[in-house]
């Protein structure tokens, strides 16, 4: 398990209704639990939802308490004020703001708990339109994309192929980069009997620039830290990058190529990620 600190690369969703199973979920591996008080909670569940999450809090270890995020119900919803005292009484953390499309709403969130970290969960067309006023809000701490929310919002079937998320991707990832914020959040992959799709899906994240994503099931944790790794070859080569400049720097070649210095830089990065 990585560090509290350390940047997360899974956060597995866990109903607000249903406490017995937070500590399961900690101990599941993911770097970041979150508690659910949106879509996982039926309305005449809400305030439930919220006593249990309160009453967690109020015996959770400083650790147990820094990998927890609360996901709210959106600035729009019947229970957003609610959610934000509750939030307060708790004194999370981290929270995670659905329907992000303006930078009020970041403000509301943190007027509530001013020393929370806000994970910007972007999903609609308007909110991917707003992304960058979003990103450069004050308290966020990293943009998530609600992939199933925002396929919705533009009529879009992604059961079988995601390339209808691409140029929204890319538009999250820049923002995010623009802001100086970490890699962004993948959205869930639904399919829990196929963990190819889970696989497929975050490859092509991957390669929009994203660096970690939403699980709705423990078993999908480990695959996908175990995807994020270097592979052997990758690790190889970093080694002779960096070997190569040590042995003649500022003008090494390898296998026919100049090691200029962004060659550098990604071996390193590679290196990096392997020690994570």
């Known amino acids: 398990m990585k560090p509290a600190d350390s940047l997360p690369r899974t956060y597995l969703f866990v109903p607000g209704t249903r406490p017995d199973r937070f500590a399961k979920a900690l101990a599941s591996g993911a770097d970041r639990v979150v508690l659910d008080l949106e879509d996982a909670v039926a309305p005449a569940d809400k305030q439930l939802a919220r006593d249990g999450v309160a009453d967690w809090f109020g015996t959770a270890s400083a650790d147990e308490r820094s990998r927890v995020v609360v996901r709210i119900n959106d600035a729009a919803s019947f229970w957003f004020m609610e959610d934000l005292r509750a939030a307060q009484t708790?004194?999370?953390e981290q929270?995670?703001?659905p329907k992000a499309e303006d930078a009020w709403q970041v403000a509301a969130v943190r007027a509530a708990v001013p020393d929370a970290q806000v994970l910007a969960l972007?999903?609609?067309a308007r909110g991917v339109a707003r992304v960058d006023e979003v990103a450069s809000a004050a308290g966020v701490a990293r943009l998530v994309f609600g992939t199933l929310d925002f396929?919705?919002?533009l009529d879009i079937d992604i059961a079988d192929d995601a390339a209808g998320?691409?140029?929204?991707?890319?538009?999250i990832a820049i923002?995010?980069?623009v802001a100086g914020l970490p890699a962004p959040v993948a959205g869930v992959t639904p399919r829990l009997d196929d963990p190819q799709r889970l696989l497929a899906d975050f490859a092509l994240e991957r390669r929009q620039g994203f660096g970690a994503k939403l699980c709705i099931h423990p078993s999908q944790v480990a695959p996908l830290h175990a995807a994020l790794q270097p592979s052997e070859e990758s690790l190889a080569w970093a080694r002779r990058v960096l070997e190569a400049d040590s042995a003649s720097p500022g003008a090494a070649?390898?296998?026919g190529r100049m090691v200029d210095r962004?060659?550098?830089a990604q071996a390193r990065r590679t290196l990096e990620r392997a020690r994570d």
């Open 262 to 264: 962004p060659v550098i």
């Open 90 to 92: 708790c004194r999370c």
């Open 122 to 124: 972007v999903e609609s």
């Open 175 to 177: 923002a995010s980069r």
């Open 253 to 255: 070649r390898l296998d």
């Open 165 to 171: 998320l691409i140029y929204a991707c890319g538009r």
């Open 95 to 97: 929270v995670l703001l």
């Open 151 to 153: 396929a919705l919002d």
